[in-house]
């Protein structure tokens, strides 16, 4: 059994395709042949026995050899209007992190906000999600939990000698409520990095996916899902996720009592403790250069011109190029377009430089506000192919029929209520992606919800909304992302530090349909 455990890669990768071998090979029809390819990936993906993105490569081999799809038309899935904005938005997250803007934002937030451990809380939870908004959810938590750590560092309440040599007992309790002022803060943080990716489109991973899956199913609905529709859609949905969370954080840690929940007991000098550190740490920053200010005005450009492309109450500036040929990855890419070619130092700041062996000036030429060295260093190229492996499963999936014969026999739950279903479906894939990684339930799952959607006569959006959103919310495990396990080690939580916290933040959730 050790050795199976030790070896158990290469035992699932080896033995799975034998054991759902007699599938195709006995039914002998397309949906089988495509339930093979299906299945493996799922086992694959879930498994982890290969990486995300080699077995999301899995169709490229098997469709054409099965006589599913071309080669040409698998390999044509791969790369889509989807990917492209996914691209763009990950260069400008990259550029962002380069240059430190949301580490200047979090600091000078976080002045402003005080340091009353509700304030703080709420401050760091809403600066996390906005930031996670726009760059990674690991890159988010991971710039908050070090500011965060040194911060409560001097929110200790502050005691008279004569009350340290009287009351030592008290002392522990001190240090009790410090504990788990840090625990919930680190939780905060954390869930508001997942809160905080549902917002926008480029947010998190499986908001790419359900809008390439919708775009690739149902073409003829044209642009039904762009930043706009999305952000208006989903902004109030994290408002009121991250206040839930704060509230259910605030009661089991911090509890209700005015004079600890608002700080009223801490010292002066406490609160000037903290004002100086974050001071220092932002002077650490230095001031805001030609470069800091080139990045934030791309970035805000970046964000107006999604959000003014084609608004849903106004015609926007791409009814003058008509819609069908531009969309949010043509600005996108654009924006990354400017990185590469505005200097980071104005011009009339450039230095002379030093003189070479021959006593000549030699000038030195700055750099560019994104290199593609760095670009090569940071953006995960594996989730383009996983994007990619999503939209070939999803195209053989149709065109085997296999998502129809799928949708036939799902039939049956045509007598649950669509809120009870859609409410089902979303505590499933919110459990599932406790263990299983968010992309890979979102790629799984939404075609099958496409075709249920389709066989029920329901809308389609009413499940597959509500459940892409809720592959976001892992709360319960260290595994379940990336943002709970950097907080689990850096706080020295235990299991069911997160469990505790996390069961009335998943029964929340999940979204209704709209």
Known sequence: MKWLWLYRNYVIAILTPFLILPLPLTVNTSEAKCGFVLILMAVYWCSECLPLAITALLPVIFFPMMRIMTAEDVCGQYFSDSSMLGVGGLMVAISVEKWNLHKRLAISVILVVGVRPALLMLGFMSITAFVSMWISNIASTAIMLPIMNSMLEYLTVELSPEE??????????????????????????????????????????????????????????????????????????????????WLLLQFMYLGFNVKNTWGCGMTRSSHEKVFLVMRHELRKLGSMCFADYSVLVLFILLVLLWFTRNPSFMPGWGSLLENKFVSDSTVSILITFMFFIIPSKFPRCWHAGSLDISGRSEKKIPGMLLDYQTVEKMIPWNILLLLGGALALAKGSEVSNLSFWLGQNLLPLGNIHPAALSFVLCLIVTMLTEVCNNAVISTVFLPILASMANALKIHPLSIMLPTTISASFAFMLPVATAPNAITFNYANLKIMDMLWGSQSIDFCASPKPG
């Open 164 to 245: 340290l040599l009287q009351a030592e007992q008290r002392m522990q309790e001190h240090e009790q409520k410090y504990l788990r002022l840090k625990k919930g803060m680190s939780l905060s943080i954390c869930y508001a990095a997942s809160i905080g990716g549902t917002a926008t489109l480029t947010g998190s991973f499986p908001n790419l996916i359900l809008k390439a899956q919708i775009d690739k199913i149902y073409p003829e609905n044209g642009d039904v899902i762009n930043y706009t529709s999305w952000f208006g859609f989903f902004f109030p949905n994290m408002v009121l996720m991250l206040i839930l969370c």
